[in-house]
């Protein structure tokens, strides 16, 4: 069944694909905004009042994100408002406390509304750690994806075009075979030459003894 033309499963197939590639980009997603970044000058301070679990999936990846709102009070002005903040900003350890926090207007990891504000906690990690952790993560789960990705539309082809397009891939039968025997007829010359390499050291060495034993 699973090696089959019709087309109902040739779907299926591809959409199953699609739903890995979208879990390892959530996954990717779960990764980065674990770490989230920290300012090092706070210039104001939040009243936390209440949280939403909006879970278990959102735009930021897997697990529990707390959306929660708070009074936000100026540090320069006095100015205060209320302001939700979602993705684990704050949790619900924090209600009924004060947390201290940047607040700004546009720029960050997921905001480039520059007459939107946005806000940036005062406790997390550096840019420097959070963008190597980008990176790093980017760069493991970013081959999988990308396979599990052009596999899934092969998928959708039927087993004549699959046999053809992995035959373009990997070649056909023959040209495997002929390149296995290729790499094994190489691998016993390679072989092969090291043996007579080392009779031709053993010969001089045993010649070298002889001519020492003769003197």
Request: proline content about 4%; some cysteine; charged content about 25%.
């Amino acid at each position: 069944m699973w090696k089959s033309d019709n087309i109902a499963i040739r779907l299926a197939k591809m959409l199953g694909g699609f739903v890995v590639v979208a879990t390892i980009v959530l996954s990717w997603l779960t990764i980065v905004f674990s770490f989230p970044e920290k300012h090092d000058r706070p210039n104001g301070t939040a009243y936390v009042q209440s949280c939403e679990d909006t879970g278990p999936i959102t735009r930021r990846g897997f697990g529990h994100n707390w959306s929660c709102t708070a009074t936000i009070r100026d540090d320069k002005t006095g100015n205060t408002w209320t302001q939700t903040l979602d993705m684990n900003f704050f949790s619900p350890d924090d209600i009924g406390k004060e947390k201290r926090l940047t607040w700004g207007y546009g720029g960050g990891r997921s905001n480039i509304n520059t007459e939107k504000r946005t806000y940036t906690p005062a406790e997390g990690y550096s840019t420097g750690f959070t963008t190597t952790i980008s990176v790093v993560s980017f760069i493991v789960l970013l081959p999988p994806a990308l396979w599990m990705l052009a596999t899934s539309v092969v998928w959708s082809f039927s087993q004549a075009e699959q046999r053809k397009f992995w035959e373009k891939i990997h070649g056909t039968p023959e040209e495997r075979a002929a390149k296995k025997r290729k790499e094994l007829a190489e691998r016993e010359a390679r072989q092969a030459s090291r043996q007579r390499y080392a009779a031709i050291k053993e010969a001089r060495r045993k010649a070298k003894e002889e001519r020492r034993s003769s003197r």
